[in-house]
Structure formats: C-alpha cells, structure tokens
C-alpha cells in the first residue's frame, strides 16, 4: 500500500514540477516577446516582467462602473497615455493572450476590409468558417436589404405603440421604474419578429424564448456558467422547433411565407437546393450561427442604445427640442395621423435628417461594438506615419469606442453634437473617412445594422416627440436597470418642453 501511495505521490509531484515548467516557459516566451516589440520602438505601457499589464488593467477597471464593458479599457489606456492614439499592445497574459489595440480608423480598415482576411478569434465559437460564413451571408443578405426591412416598419411601429403605452403607465405613477426592463422587452419583440417571426409579445405578457434571453443576459456570478448553459439550451430548443415548423410549412405550401428574414431564407434555400422531409442539419446549424448572435448579442446591445439615447435627450434638451420641431414638421402633430403617415410612407422616417443625425452622434458616443481577429506571422498593420504592426501571437483588437473618442480622429470627441453629421466637408467637425464604426464595415459588418437603425428611429419618433426619461442617481450605464422617472409633454407643446426639460434626478 505505502509503494502504491509513493508512486501516486512521485506522478504528482512530476506533474506539479512539469506543469510549473511549462508555466514559466511561457511566461518567459509571452513576456519576452513583448519586451522584443518594445525594443523595437513600438508603442507599450509600462510592462512588469511578472506581471505584465494585469497591474495597469486591475487599476482600470477599480476607476470605471462595475459591469462596464472590456472596450472602456482601451480608451482609459489611451486617456492615461495620450501619446498611445494609433495603436499598442497589451500584456495580458495568463488571461490571454497580448493584445494589439487599434484605435484609428485606417488600420481598422487594413483590418478588417483590406486585401488580407484574418480569421476571428479562435474562442469565439458561435462563427461560421470564413467559407461557410460566405455562403450563408448570400443566403441571407437579401432579406435584411433596406427595401425589405422597409417592408416591415408598421410591425416595427405596432411594437413600438406597445412601448409608449408601457412607458405612459409608468409615467402616470410617478414612480421610478428601471428602463433596461422595457427596452430589452421592445428590442425582442421588434428583433424577434422581424427575424424569425416570432411573436413574443414580451412587453405584455410571459414567453419562454424572452424570458429565457433576458435571464442569458446576466451579471457576472460564480453561477453564470450554469444559467447561461440552460438558458443556451432552451433557446436552442425553442428554435429548433420554430424552424423545423416554418421549413414543413415552406416546403408544403400549407401557409403562405411570411416577410421574417428566417422564412425567406428557407424559402430562397428549397428553391435552390432539393427539399427533403425535415430541415437539413446544415441548413439549421447556419441559420441558428446567424440567429444567435443577432439574439444574444444585437438585441442587448440595441436595448443599451435606446437607454443612451434618452440618457443623452435628457441631458441636452436643446437636442431634444430640435428632434421633436423636426417632427412636429415633418409629420405634424395628431398622434393618430402620424401612426397613419407612418404605416403609409415608409421612407418618411428617411425625411428625418436631424432626428437621424442625433441617433447616429449617440451611437458614435456609446459604441458597444469591435472587431477581434487572430494575428498572424507576416502580417502587420501600418500606422499613419508608416510605422509597422507586427500582428504574430496576438489578438487584434479593433476598438470603436476608442476610436469614437479619439481626439486624434475627431474633432470634440466626448460631446454631443448631432450638426456634425449635418456639416459640410470643410467644416472641422466633419465626421472623418472610415472613423464611424458602430456597426463595423466590409463583408462582415452587422448583418441587421438597418432593422436597428429604423427601430431606434421609430422609436424616436412615437416615443421621443413627448416622452422624458429622468435618470434616478448617478451614472449612465445600464447596468443596473437604468432607473429613472418618465413624463409626458401635452399634446402641441413638445418642443417647448424639451426646450425647458430639466435632468436633474432625485
């Protein structure tokens, strides 16, 4: 018994001993890499041989709000050390590997729309292949077309009536009510259906599928592994099915297809390729690829722009004023004519230039989106100035919102100011080539960038001509729900109540 303990012993010491070599073996080789670029005259923090930059991101991350996203980082490292504005690297190994930083536009674009195509970050496993990914982008890049999305406005209007109704009864109490609630529940229901025509009907009663992807979207606890996994399955589950039905009623003719981008696809696939019994495999694992991302990503990501765009109307209520005149002008001021106009003239939400201008500066300040790819041997990035990228062993990091904050790229980054979409080219504010990424751009940006883009501006519409948001405490991320209180401009009087709106929460 005591030779059988002995040898269990000397495996497991063998295994520490090799475990710990392997260890510094690659901590040398991560640390001395960095230290070889930094040699080289490229732009670093300061790096700890031990430690790397784990020190400088800790410090970071105790100055900004609990639960802020990974992209804030960036942008403090460079606000830290203003002579880092076009791109460094960052040490963050043991948690992964270093990471280059981009921050300007054009080596955003050598990124991700020049001649070379880098492959996504290898931990990122709800991505198609490159060529997998090629081709079901042509299957479904017709059905998130403009006209075709156009098409679909009156659904996206009857969701965003449910909204102004929620946000009326909430009003009429008086009490504080947590923003996020709504807006996630509006942003599933608008995504939902335009997607996979699914109509939850989550701002007015329970559904399985929403209640399943708001519960996803949870904070940051030792069970978060666990919830997000059920969750993961029933949504997997939940769409399966919905997808196995519409191909049954497709490919049986036994209803006509609707105009959810998930029905056309299916159509445009059995049309193109020999229909079988059930849904292929290959068909339904692309479909939920492209699915999910959308659901888990877009949608939460979508439902914290709409809280930032009220968060920045309530704080510049001379914005506010300016979207709601254009309304009243464009549209008049009877709510009933305006659904009306609206369901009617589709293009007429184009016609509302500065409104437009006002959701495209909030996306330029809250950008939630960035691009990560894999590096690799032979491939660098050039600055400006022509200096060189080296790309080998790290993650690249394209960050939009240090972009969108860099003075180095716009002119007044961090302010509000919707009439630099409005300018002429000569004018300093100017929106810069390339630098306007909320979205991303080239072959892989968002996908239903403008199902978003006539949500937000629907929504500014019905609900943004009379409706005040009013932050309860300090802060503006939505992490906590974004708590605040709503009211309600009489009819004929919404531009001067926007006018003499006041911020200031209690």
Not at 53 to 72: E, T, W
Not at 342 to 367: G, V
Not at 404 to 430: A, G, K, T
Request: with cysteine; glycine share 6%.
């Amino acid at each position: 018994m005591s030779q059988i303990f002995e040898i269990v012993w000397r495996v497991f010491l063998t295994a520490i001993f090799g475990g710990a070599c392997i260890f510094f073996l690659k901590l040398w080789e991560v640390r001395s890499h960095v230290r070889y670029l930094q040699r080289q005259g490229l732009p670093i923090p300061p790096h700890q041989w031990l430690l790397g930059h784990l020190p400088l991101g800790a410090k970071i991350v105790q100055g900004i709000a609990p639960y802020a996203h990974s992209i804030y980082i960036v942008d403090q490292v460079r606000q830290k050390y203003p002579a880092l504005n076009s791109a460094f690297y960052l040490d963050i190994w043991l948690f992964g590997a270093p990471i280059l930083a981009v921050l300007r536009p054009e080596m955003i674009y050598q990124l991700n729309q020049g001649t070379q195509t880098l492959p996504k970050d290898g931990g990122l496993r709800a991505f198609l292949s490159l060529q997998e990914w090629k081709y079901w982008r042509t299957i479904f890049n017709p059905d998130f077309r403009t006209t075709h999305i156009c098409s679909l406005v009156p659904e996206i209007v009857d969701k965003v009536l449910d909204f102004k109704s929620s946000i009326e009864k909430k009003a009429k109490t008086g009490k504080s009510f947590l923003l996020e609630d709504l807006t996630l529940s509006l942003t599933i229901d608008i995504g939902g259906g335009a997607v996979m025509n699914h109509k939850s009907q989550s701002q007015t009663q329970y559904n399985d599928m929403s209640s399943a992807l708001r519960h996803h979207i949870t904070r940051i606890n030792l069970l978060r592994p666990m919830i997000q996994a059920y969750n993961t399955w029933k949504m997997n589950r939940y769409s399966s099915l919905e997808l196995g039905e519409r191909y049954k009623s497709i490919l049986g003719k036994t209803q006509n297809p609707g105009k959810s981008i998930v029905d056309l696809a299916l159509k445009a696939y059995i049309t193109e390729n020999p229909a079988t019994e059930s849904i292929p495999k290959t068909l339904k694992d692309a479909a939920m690829a492209q699915i999910k991302p959308f659901l888990f990503e877009s949608l939460q990501k979508t439902s914290n722009f709409v809280v930032f765009t009220y968060h920045l109307l309530s704080e510049h209520p001379e914005v506010l004023s300016k979207v709601r005149s254009e309304h009243d002008a464009v549209l008049g001021t009877v709510p009933s004519e305006e659904e009306i106009l609206l369901r009617s003239k589709l293009q007429i939400l184009n016609e509302l230039s500065y409104t437009i201008a006002a959701i495209k500066e909030a996306l330029r300040i809250y950008s939630l989106v960035f691009v990560i790819r894999e590096g690799r041997s032979g491939f660098a990035l050039r600055s400006e100035y022509g200096q060189l990228f080296p790309t080998k062993t790290c993650i690249i990091w394209g960050d939009h919102y240090a972009t969108h904050h860099n003075p180095h790229v716009w002119s007044r980054p961090e302010e509000y100011l919707p009439e630099r979409w409005l300018c002429s080219e000569i004018d300093p504010l100017y929106p810069p080539k390339n630098a306007w990424r909320p979205f991303e751009q080239g072959p892989r940006n968002c996908i239903g960038q403008e199902l978003a883009r006539k949500g937000n501006v629907g929504n500014m519409k019905v609900n943004g001509q009379r409706a005040s948001m009013v932050r309860v405490g300090a802060g503006v991320r939505p992490t906590d729900g974004y708590p605040c209180r709503a009211s309600f401009a009489q009819q004929g009087n919404s531009a001067q109540e926007g006018a003499s709106h006041s911020n200031t929460g209690t």
